[in-house]
C-alpha cells in the first residue's frame, strides 16, 4: 500500500470505508469569501474533478461547496491503487497555486487496511445514541491464553493472568480515551466511546479474539426543506 500520504501534516487515520474505498483526500480551491471570483472558483473545481476522472481509474469524486471556503471536493480512492494514488500525489504537489490539500485520510498500515475492508464497525440505526452520550459501542472478547478448563473448575493462576491482561487493556483504554465509559467482565471489555481514532489504534495495539464495533446512527427529523431533502450538501 502507498504510505506517502502519512507524511503528510495534513493527514489523518482513516477508520471506516466510504462508498466502498478506504480512503479519501479534500481538496479545497482558493479559499475566498468575494462573490465576484465564484464562478471562477467553481471552475477550477470542476477542471480538477474533471482531471481526476481520467487520471485514476478507480475513484469517485463529489462536490462540496461552503460560501466562506469556495468549492472543494471528496476524491475517494482505494490506498493501494498505485497508479490512481500517483496521479493524485503528482496533481495536488503541482497545482498548489490553485488548489488546497485540506486532509487526506488513509489506513495507517497494511493490517489497519485488512481491519477496514473486514468492516468491523456496524452501523446501527438508533433513536438516539447510547446513553445520550456515546456514538460507539465497543464490545472485545479477549483471546483468553490463559483461559483453560481442570478438574476442578478454572485454574487460579490463568484466571489471574487473563485478568491481569484486561486489566492492561482497560487501563490503555483510559489512557487513550478518558471520556469512556468501560467494564471488565471474565473475558470481556465493554466499551462506550467517541474517539473511533483511539479505537482504531487499541485494534492495532493489542491481539484479541474478536472486537465488535457499532456506531449509532441516528435517525434523521423530518426537515422541510427541499434542499435537505434532496441530499445537498451545502
Not at 6 to 16: A, E, G, N, S
Not at 48 to 72: D, F, I, P, R
Not at 76 to 85: A, G, I, M, P, Q
Amino acid at each position: 500500500m502507498n504510505k506517502e500520504f502519512l507524511k503528510y501534516r495534513v493527514w489523518k487515520m482513516q477508520t471506516k470505508l466510504c462508498y466502498g474505498f478506504d480512503s479519501v483526500a479534500f481538496i479545497s480551491t482558493t479559499k475566498s469569501s468575494d462573490r465576484s471570483t465564484a464562478v471562477s472558483v467553481y471552475g477550477r473545481c470542476q477542471a480538477l474533478k474533471s482531471v481526476l476522472n481520467k487520471t485514476m481509474k478507480n475513484v469517485k469524486v463529489v462536490n462540496q461547496h461552503s460560501y466562506y471556503e469556495g468549492n472543494s471536493l471528496r476524491v475517494y480512492f482505494n490506498v493501494s491503487d498505485k497508479e490512481s494514488c500517483d496521479a493524485l500525489l503528482n496533481i495536488t504537489s503541482k497545482n498548489t497555486h490553485n488548489f488546497e490539500l485540506l486532509e487526506v485520510k488513509t489506513p495507517k498500515n497494511q493490517a489497519h487496511l485488512d481491519m477496514i475492508n473486514n468492516k468491523e464497525i456496524t452501523q446501527v440505526i438508533r433513536k438516539q445514541i447510547y446513553y445520550g452520550k456515546y456514538v460507539y459501542s465497543v464490545k472485545i472478547i479477549l483471546d483468553s491464553p490463559g483461559f483453560a478448563p481442570s478438574n476442578s473448575g478454572f485454574a487460579p493462576s490463568r484466571h489471574t493472568d487473563r485478568m491481569k491482561r484486561a486489566g492492561e487493556m482497560q487501563l490503555w483504554i483510559n489512557n487513550a480515551m478518558p471520556d469512556n465509559s468501560s467494564s471488565v467482565w471474565w473475558d470481556e471489555i465493554q466499551l462506550f466511546t467517541n474517539d473511533v481514532t483511539a479505537l482504531m489504534m487499541f485494534r492495532l495495539t493489542f491481539d484479541v479474539k474478536s472486537c465488535t464495533i457499532k456506531e449509532a446512527i441516528l435517525l434523521e427529523k423530518e426537515d422541510n426543506d427541499p434542499e435537505h431533502e434532496m441530499g445537498i450538501l451545502i
